[in-house]
């Protein structure tokens, strides 16, 4: 059984950082590329990053470059999302996202939450 459990988020003031961790089991993990994607409320599910399973080329939403930093490690199976500079509107529910030919699967999401 695939699963995505995202974890690290929290409350934090403007200009703070945080790091994000998606611990991914039940897939061989070095095959698949692994996204960020990020929901505030009231608005649609925006991707943020992504990072490619075989060379490490990464993705940035124009929004995100120069602040976060997405990385893996495939011997813990583990996707990480380090933010910097963090801004209020970076509130949301962060979702790792793991597409695959058969079907997409998404973590539960962790709350990030910038105060002004």
């Known amino acids: 059984e695939v699963q995505l459990v995202e974890s690290g988020g929290g409350l934090v003031q403007a200009g703070g950082s945080l790091r994000l961790s998606c611990a991914a089991s039940?897939?061989?993990?070095?095959?698949?590329?692994i996204g960020w994607f990020r929901q505030a409320p009231g608005k649609e599910r925006d991707g943020v990053s992504c990072?490619?399973?075989?060379?490490?080329?990464?993705y940035y939403a124009d929004s995100v470059k120069g602040r976060f930093t997405i990385s893996r490690d495939n011997a813990k199976n583990t996707v990480y999302l380090q933010m910097n500079s963090l801004k209020p509107e970076d509130t949301a529910v962060y979702h790792c996202?793991?597409?695959?030919?058969?079907?997409?699967?998404w973590g539960q999401g962790t709350q990030v939450t910038v105060s002004a």
């Open positions: 039940g897939f061989t993990f070095d095959d698949y590329d």
């Open positions: 996202h793991l597409d695959t030919p058969r079907r997409e699967y």
């Open positions: 990072i490619g399973s075989s060379d490490g080329s990464t």
